[in-house]
């Protein structure tokens, strides 16, 4: 019988916000602003609507984007 093997594709990230941090993300366009340039950066399936706090939830499939997303929402 062979090996089963498996490969890590994405990664699951949540990034706690300040309340101020949630607001300026909310109040910026989705479509616009956030969207573009969070696929720049190489995440999607974003969301942050406040049902599970101020926090932003994405995937990834390379943890270097994490920072890159930190960057991004410290400049707003």
Same mark, same amino acid.
């Given at each position: 019988?062979?090996?089963?093997?498996?490969?890590?594709?994405?990664?699951?990230?949540?990034?706690?916000?300040?309340? $101020?941090? &949630?607001?300026?993300?909310?109040?910026?366009?989705?479509?616009?602003? *956030?969207?573009?340039?969070? +696929? =720049?950066?190489?995440?999607?399936?974003?969301?942050?609507?406040?049902?599970?706090?101020? $926090?932003? &939830?994405?995937?990834?499939?390379?943890?270097?984007?994490?920072?890159? *997303?930190?960057?991004?929402? +410290? =400049?707003?």
């Amino acid at each position: 019988m062979k090996n089963v093997e498996f490969k890590i594709v994405d990664y699951g990230i949540k990034i706690d916000l300040s309340v $101020s941090q &949630f607001n300026k993300l909310i109040e910026i366009s989705f479509i616009d602003t *956030v969207l573009p340039a969070m +696929e =720049k950066i190489g995440v999607y399936n974003i969301e942050y609507d406040g049902h599970f706090g101020y $926090s932003i &939830f994405f995937r990834t499939e390379n943890l270097e984007c994490v920072k890159h *997303v930190k960057k991004f929402i +410290e =400049k707003m």
